[in-house]
């Protein structure tokens, strides 16, 4: 039997270092759009709900197809953890779906076939959720007492001989309903799906990070087709 999905893509108003990042146009689209279109274009993912508190991000995400939730105050604070506004989706819905993919609409850039990947990683493996990661190549230290103390490896060596390390990146993240009700979107008993792709890099909080994803968006677009992503 096909496992059913759905997407929720959690799109709350009242950013305060990028106030209406989630209806600002990357490219021609308000961000959230792009991560509404890429769940819509998956033939697996049944449903595309957005959850919200604020009215022009339900008026944009119904102008493009997807369902909207009304996130109450209690779940939509600064403080406020995803999962929470997760859990309030499925209590409304009447049946609940296989699988849950989590798009955030602050990593609009995504290889086009990596959800088709990582829901098949979910399925074939088992797990309860799965998360995307990429290589952290960068030699990390912290500062004590006026000094670098490197963290990830010894002054002097080489990048290429250091431990791989890796980030969570935002991409997307694959859950069962039962995850989301025991309060999480991950745990270490998760699947880290490893993404190599520069659009891995995008995560858009600021201005500079806007000004970012606007040149990756902008060079994939005048790419020819074979070298998109």
Do not use: W
Not at 8 to 23: D, E, F, Q, T
Not at 34 to 46: K, M, P
Not at 77 to 87: F, H, K, Y
């Amino acid at each position: 039997m096909t496992n059913q999905y759905i997407a929720i893509i959690p799109a709350r108003g009242g950013s305060k270092r990028l106030p209406g990042k989630n209806i600002r146009l990357l490219g021609d689209l308000p961000l959230l759009a792009h991560s509404i279109r890429y769940a819509q274009a998956s033939s697996r993912i049944q449903r595309v709900i957005v959850t919200t508190d604020d009215p022009a991000i339900e008026a944009v995400a119904l102008d493009y197809g997807a369902e909207v939730i009304q996130r109450p105050h209690e779940f939509a604070g600064d403080e406020a953890p995803t999962v929470t506004a997760l859990q309030h989706v499925l209590g409304q819905l009447t049946d609940l779906p296989d699988g849950v993919v989590v798009l955030q609409p602050t990593n609009p850039l995504r290889p086009l076939g990596l959800l088709d990947e990582a829901l098949d990683c979910f399925e074939q493996n088992k797990v309860s959720g799965l998360f995307t990661v990429s290589p952290n190549t960068h030699k990390l230290g912290r500062i004590q007492q006026q000094r670098f103390v490197p963290f990830n490896y010894h002054f002097g060596q080489r990048s290429q001989d250091m431990e791989p390390l890796f980030y969570e990146n935002g991409l997307l993240y694959v859950c069962t309903p039962s995850l989301i009700d025991s309060g999480a979107v991950m745990d270490e008993t998760c699947y880290p799906l490893v993404v190599t792709h520069p659009y891995a890099a995008v995560d858009i909080d600021t201005e500079a990070d806007f000004v970012f994803a606007s040149l990756c968006f902008n060079y994939y677009q005048t790419q020819p087709k074979e070298n998109h992503p």
